[in-house]
């Protein structure tokens, strides 16, 4: 009996490596959502330490103060739609790569089906030949 081949083997091929693209693609955005969510943290973490000192009321100082934490402001509120955007991102990848994963573990379930098949038919030639050499052996030692 011939060796078993796949007949969407070159599918099978193409379809992992989508998946494998899916999955870099996957943790790329990964990557983007963790320094998105860092600069989140770091900007995050600079309004806290630009909190003015009520003591000092001098009106250029307290102006300049007040314009830094809007800029501050201003730059979280950046930070937090970065890190929005890239987590958007990051769930639309991971969607595409489970997508990609079903289709190639479908043909893989479907490849496992057609060896089984195929193993059953292998054994069952294997099985008829084997009765056949038994049949004429046994006719051979009747027929003497």
Do not use: C
Request: charged letters at 35%; proline letters at 1%; aromatic letters at 4%.
């Amino acid at each position: 009996m011939k060796k078993y081949r796949f007949g969407l083997g070159s599918v099978l091929r193409v379809r992992r490596a989508e998946e494998d693209m899916a999955r870099a693609r996957m943790a790329v955005t990964q990557s983007e959502v963790d320094r998105a969510t860092a600069e989140l943290d770091q900007r995050l973490a600079a309004i806290g330490a630009a909190r003015p000192d009520p003591r000092r009321s001098l009106g250029t100082a307290f102006a300049a103060e007040r314009e830094q934490l809007r800029r501050h402001a201003v730059a979280v509120t950046a930070a937090r739609s970065a890190e929005a955007n890239a987590l958007t991102e990051l769930r639309v990848a991971r969607e595409e790569w489970e997508a990609a994963a079903r289709r190639v573990r479908a043909l893989e379930r479907m490849d496992e089906r057609h060896r089984a098949a195929w193993h059953l038919e292998a054994t069952r030639a294997a099985q008829a030949a084997t009765d056949e050499i038994a049949m004429t052996h046994a006719n051979r030692e009747l027929g003497r």
